[in-house]
């Protein structure tokens, strides 16, 4: 019984949920039928007169048993259909009342009971481990396939599906044809001239003579939108090249092809749909409908460039050739600097001191006498570590570096703000920021990736030590500096936590054994202690009042004009 119900022995380990599920489902549709042969057996071996009841039974049990089939082939397909797991729990526990349903019906002993205990029991410890290992190793996988078909991550997969949705609804609106896709696409390539009223496409870069013909009419009407803009050369030719605008129409364009209009009259007569209204003109209407509208603002501002897996390691080289000069740490996607084997140096022969002539010694009595009536000297105060302010290199954002950290939701910017991660300095680590990465890819738990992909910078790998500046010394604040205000700098409590594969936490850990905390200190260059240094643009000084003057009476309708404050960075 044991056998079929497939329990694990003891030191082998307990197989996946699914799987578990779906050997209770063959068992039950088992027991259904033994019942269902039980029951006709006592069919063929009845006497003329318990035939009929006999023959109700078997019938009874007959359609049990073929309802237990049926729910445990649905079990056995399950993974082949893909549904949610919830399904597949369904499928057994109809099995299992069939399979009870049956054993009733036939008379025999409900074994099939037991088997209903063993679904409604939760998932032993290995069980669920070996559940998300599983679960782990599909999403790796799917992960692999996905980058290897596509060439680019999660989120940049994730941000060509959102710059399908814009272009769906920014094409449309446009106006275009093929052929205004075709002249941006001149233009991308950095041959598009206008001369003699005529655009055309140089057959090489800065050959401003012949080549192909392009439409003048589209080319003007796309110049007129600012879709492109022009450089004028020493002979009077115009280059034509495209604007940001341009750039992310044609990038949307070509996402959603389906959205450009078959000809030019299409397009002319869906603008004209558009623009007209009923208190224009006929000659208003018509103009209107010739000139084209600009890229909707929401889809110019939100999209965003795709960046592949090539490009990122490219850039990642370039980031690595760019070292800092004075900061002692590295960007992710810079190669870690390795800590340098250093020789201990022995200390240097000092010259021996010259000799000092010992002082008389003193009468017994006099020295007891002094050493009981001299002033007692106070304890010197030992050095609080703490309160000693550590000088950390800071970090300068570059301006690739800024357009990230401006690109995070506001909420999370304020949170990176007050806890110094906005420009977050790392330590020197053994391990190379490529490797970090993959480990927090496909190592770490979800829930911790969710938290790290909203900073700018993550937030799990980042220890007090390695934090940045202030939010008051970056807006040029420093007699505001937090560390300044608070005497002391942030501490952390020297302990972590261990969480388990779904995100609780099972065991305490103490980072460090001698029990040092880790301290954050402000790493701009202002005094933490001591007068508070002035503010960087202070208002001018009002002039003193005369005695027995009243004060000028201001204009009504007029404010002192105050300029913002230029250190100010957020």
């Known amino acids: 019984m044991n056998q079929t119900q497939g329990t694990p022995a003891p030191n082998t380990p307990a197989p996946p949920v699914p799987e578990q599920l779906r050997r209770i489902a063959r068992a039950a549709a088992e027991l259904a039928v033994t019942a269902a042969d039980h029951a006709t057996e006592a069919v063929c071996h009845s006497r003329s007169g318990s035939t009929p009841r006999l023959e109700e039974v078997m019938h009874a049990a007959h359609a049990q048993a073929c309802e237990a089939e049926k729910y445990a082939g649905w079990a056995t397909g399950w993974e082949v259909e893909g549904?949610?797991?919830?399904?597949?729990?369904?499928?057994?526990?109809?099995?299992?009342?069939?399979?009870?349903?049956?054993?009733?019906?036939?008379?025999?002993?409900?074994?099939?009971?037991?088997?209903?205990?063993?679904?409604?029991?939760?998932?032993?410890?290995?069980?669920?481990?070996?559940?998300?290992?599983?679960?782990?190793?599909?999403?790796?996988?799917?992960?692999?396939?996905?980058?290897?078909?596509?060439?680019?991550?999660?989120?940049?997969?994730?941000?060509?599906?959102?710059?399908?949705?814009?272009?769906?609804?920014?094409?449309?609106?446009?106006?275009?044809?093929?052929?205004?896709?075709?002249v941006l696409e001149a233009a991308e390539t950095g041959r598009l001239y206008w001369r003699d009223k005529q655009a055309r496409q140089a057959a090489q870069h800065g050959q401003w003579d012949g080549g192909r013909k392009v439409s003048s009419e589209r080319t003007r009407a796309l110049y007129g939108a600012r879709f492109l803009i022009s450089a004028r050369q020493a002979d009077g030719t115009r280059v034509l090249t495209l604007s940001p605008m341009g750039q992310v129409a044609l990038e949307l364009a070509r996402l959603h092809p389906e959205g450009l209009y078959a000809t030019d009259r299409d397009a002319y007569q869906a603008r004209y749909g558009r623009v007209a209204k009923h208190h224009k003109r006929s000659d208003d209407k018509k103009a209107a409908a010739h000139r084209l509208p600009p890229l909707d603002g929401i889809a110019f501002r939100l999209y965003r460039r795709p960046v592949t897996l090539a490009e990122q390691e490219l850039q990642a080289r370039r980031d690595a050739a760019a070292q800092w000069e004075d900061e002692g740490g590295y960007c992710p996607g810079v190669e870690t600097p390795r800590p340098a084997a250093t020789d201990p140096v022995e200390p240097a022969p000092t010259a021996p001191r010259p000799a000092v002539p010992a002082a008389p010694a003193a009468p017994a009595g006099q020295e007891l006498l002094r050493r009981l009536f001299a002033p007692r000297k106070r304890p010197e105060p030992t050095p609080d570590p703490l309160r000693t302010v550590i000088r950390r290199p800071r970090r300068t954002l570059t301006s690739e570096e800024r357009e990230v950290v401006q690109d995070v939701p506001l909420l999370n910017f304020q949170g990176a703000l007050i806890m110094g991660l906005v420009d977050p300095v790392p330590n020197a680590s053994p391990m190379p920021e490529a490797e970090g990465e993959w480990v927090r890819q496909h190592a770490w738990a979800r829930h911790f990736r969710m938290i790290e992909d909203k900073y700018p910078w993550g937030f799990y790998r980042w220890s007090m030590c390695e934090r940045g500046v202030c939010w008051n010394c970056l807006s040029g604040r420093c007699d505001l500096c937090v560390h300044r205000q608070k005497g002391g700098p942030d501490v952390d409590d020297n302990v972590d936590w261990v969480y388990g594969p779904t995100g609780m936490v099972v065991a305490r850990l103490i980072v460090r054994a001698d029990e040092r905390p880790c301290v954050w200190w402000c790493r701009c260059a202002c005094p933490k202690d001591g007068p508070a240094p002035e503010r960087k643009r202070a208002r001018a000084a009002a002039p003193e009042a005369v005695p027995g003057e009243a004060p000028p009476a201001s204009k009504p309708g007029r404010r002192a004009a105050q300029s913002p404050d230029q250190g100010a960075l957020f």
């Open 83 to 182: 549904t949610a797991e919830y399904v597949l729990r369904r499928y057994v526990t109809s099995t299992v009342d069939a399979a009870v349903r049956a054993q009733s019906a036939a008379g025999v002993e409900a074994t099939a009971a037991a088997l209903r205990s063993q679904l409604d029991q939760p998932p032993t410890a290995s069980e669920r481990a070996a559940r998300e290992s599983q679960r782990r190793r599909e999403e790796a996988q799917h992960e692999a396939e996905e980058r290897a078909e596509t060439g680019m991550d999660e989120d940049n997969r994730d941000r060509v599906r959102r710059n399908v949705y814009y272009a769906e609804g920014a094409v449309p609106e446009l106006g275009w044809t093929v052929g205004h896709v075709r």
